[in-house]
């Protein structure tokens, strides 16, 4: 079991940044395949970032490719997803979510199996 906290949401204006973290604890978080969705209002989750294991691969969803960066440290259980250039259509609650499944990174969220609470970015224009 793996319980994942979300923090670092808030509001921004458009252009500015936010960076959030999810802490993990539990059994080996370090050895999960990690990775941030994102639920604006009245549309489906949808895939942000993932990152690999070790952190040496990560994806994005075209959306915030070039913005955003997802990153891990593993000595303190912590992943972070630093969000640069924020627009209106960032939105969103945020959620951090972990897979003891995957071997690899992935977009859809059928590989993950532990999910955080969700922490809200609202960016206005």
């Known amino acids: 079991q793996v319980q994942l906290l979300e923090s670092g949401g808030g509001l921004a204006q458009a252009g500015g940044s936010l960076r959030l973290s999810c802490a993990a604890s539990?059994?080996?978080?370090?050895?999960?395949?990690m990775g941030w969705f994102r639920q604006a209002p009245g549309k489906e989750r949808e895939f942000a970032a993932a990152?690999?294991?070790?952190?040496?691969?990560?994806l994005y969803a075209d959306s915030v490719k070039g913005r955003f960066t997802i990153s891990r440290d593993n000595a303190k259980n912590t992943v972070y997803l630093q969000m640069n250039t924020l627009k209106p259509e960032d939105t969103a609650v945020y959620y951090c979510?972990?897979?003891?499944?995957?071997?690899?990174?992935?977009?859809?969220?059928?590989?993950?199996?532990?999910w955080g609470q969700g922490t809200q970015v609202t960016v206005s224009s």
């Open positions: 539990g059994r080996t978080p370090s050895s999960y395949v």
């Open positions: 990152i690999s294991r070790s952190g040496g691969y990560t």
């Open positions: 979510t972990a897979s003891s499944r995957l071997g690899l990174v992935s977009r859809s969220d059928l590989g993950y199996n532990y």
